[in-house]
């Protein structure tokens, strides 16, 4: 009974929270949102504000957790972009997401590690960046484009190719710039005719070497291959059946396997059974998600099956009330 009465209590507490952030927060899309004023330190301790914004044409913040797969697997593209668009006035900064085991010392041995060296911030220890990171949705990863005044321009939830990446700062600089890799999301008319490319396929012309194939496999979060295939360059790759891991939902690939032009390596991307805002955990978080979210109706169909805790086929406090009995018990 006891126990009855603090999950109702709480449940109490969290509503009344929810319907005074739901108020004062507007919309959830940090676009438009301006982050000028923000300032807090680097994982070197080294005070940062948001003078930097104003030194780049474009700034691309990445928030990400050392604990995140999908983080980790982008972040020698995010190295190689900042390396490669840094003299286009592009810089590229982190934003560490805190908790579960990701802290300062541990990015920062990470970064080291890896030869990592666009800077990352603690965003929070400011309120401005605390507020844009809680109107991406509580995901991880989420890449922003921010001008040089300070307003978000763009924002992407999950992990991204260098490709990817390359195409998000493209569409985001006043006047684009082509880099030593291009790579458009699409397939746009050349304005010159190609010297090393095959013409485009309406107008096919006799290639000058023979068809390439490559190889993309595509594995299991332990690095277990469930499948591999030779696929010809330019087409697409073919995804063995949904992979099953026990607790946990499969979600999606975690990279785009069509039109390949490499030797590519597609990993599951799992999500652990109720666990709502995605960060690996179980709690009082995701209840309140839940909450928030059967108010503005906002659920995507994989995340109303993540969230339907009592499985009867709806999203509603039902589910919030059992996360928090979990929880408790």
């Known amino acids: ?76 593209h995010l190295q190689k972009l900042y390396e490669n668009y840094e003299q286009q006035g592009v810089n590229v900064v982190g934003l560490l997401s805190e908790g579960n085991g990701s802290t300062p010392s541990s990015a920062k041995a990470l970064c080291e590690s890896k030869g990592y060296t666009y800077p990352t911030l603690r965003y929070v220890t400011d309120n401005t960046l605390k507020t844009l990171v809680s109107k991406s949705g509580g995901y991880i990863p989420v890449t922003y484009a921010v001008n040089s005044s300070g307003e978000v321009l763009e924002y992407y939830v999950g992990g991204m190719t260098y490709n990817q990446f390359v195409a998000f700062v493209e569409r985001n600089l006043d006047e684009p710039t082509p880099t030593e890799t291009p790579a458009p999301t699409e397939s746009p008319k050349p304005t010159v005719k190609p010297t090393e490319s095959p013409a485009p396929t309406n107008s096919p ?100 099956m993540v969230a339907d805790v009592n499985k009867d086929g709806n999203v509603n406090t039902g589910d919030a009330v059992m996360i928090l009995k979990n929880t408790i018990e």
């Open 205 to 304: 012309e006799p290639s000058e070497s023979p068809d390439e194939f490559h190889t993309v496999r595509f594995l299991d979060w332990n690095d277990v291959v469930l499948k591999e295939e030779e696929v010809r360059t330019g087409e697409s790759a073919t995804a063995p059946s949904d992979p099953e891991l026990e607790g946990h939902y499969f979600e999606k690939w975690d990279k785009a396997f069509d039109n390949v032009v490499a030797d590519l390596d597609v990993y599951a991307k799992y999500r652990l059974c109720n666990d709502v805002n995605d960060d690996n955990v179980v709690n009082t978080g995701d209840a309140v998600l839940i909450l928030r979210t059967v108010i503005s109706s906002e659920f995507s169909d994989f995340d109303k």
């Open 1 to 76: 009974m006891k126990k009855k009465i603090i999950v109702f209590l709480t449940l109490i507490a969290i509503l009344a929270a929810l319907i005074t952030t739901s108020l004062a927060a507007g919309t959830k899309s940090p676009v438009g949102v301006n982050i000028s004023g923000f300032s807090t330190v680097d994982l070197y301790g080294n005070q940062v504000d948001s003078i930097i914004l104003g030194k780049y044409e474009l700034t691309i913040f990445n928030l990400w957790a050392t604990w995140c797969s999908p983080c980790l697997n982008e972040m020698p």
